[in-house]
């Protein structure tokens, strides 16, 4: 099992930045993806972005393309997801997860992911 913790987020208006970060502790996988998803209130919880490990690829919801980049630090435990130009509608809670059987075609499926974080609220508001 691998652990994951975020954090980095906060209260930010309408235009900001926020950094999250996710930091993966004991057992860890060099195979498969990492990603971000989100839940607001009352509605499912869906992909934001991803990065598959073994093609180094990145995959983006369309609603964050060009706004938000997810990336790794040199020790592969750490995950990123710069937001930039944050809207209302990105308030919700972000989650990290890890999959080391995910392979490209399910990297947006969340089922297909095996360890979760506990979340960060991230509100976006005037």
């Known amino acids: 099992q691998v652990q994951l913790v975020e954090s980095g987020g906060g209260l930010v208006q309408p235009g900001g930045s926020l950094r999250l970060s996710c930091t993966a502790a004991?057992?860890?996988?060099?195979?498969?993806?990492m990603a971000w998803f989100r839940q607001a209130p009352a509605k499912d919880r869906e992909f934001v972005a991803a990065?598959?490990?073994?093609?180094?690829?990145?995959y983006y919801a369309d609603s964050v393309k060009g706004r938000f980049t997810i990336s790794r630090d040199s020790s592969k435990r750490t995950l990123f997801l710069q937001m930039n130009n944050l809207k209302s509608e990105d308030t919700a809670v972000y989650y990290c997860?890890?999959?080391?059987?995910?392979?490209?075609?399910?990297?947006?499926?969340?089922?297909?992911?095996?360890?979760w974080g506990q979340g960060t609220q991230v509100t976006v508001s005037s």
């Open positions: 997860a890890v999959g080391p059987g995910v392979i490209t075609s399910t990297v947006r499926t969340g089922s297909a992911y095996g360890s």
């Open positions: 004991g057992r860890t996988f060099s195979s498969g993806a």
């Open positions: 990065i598959h490990r073994t093609a180094s690829s990145t």
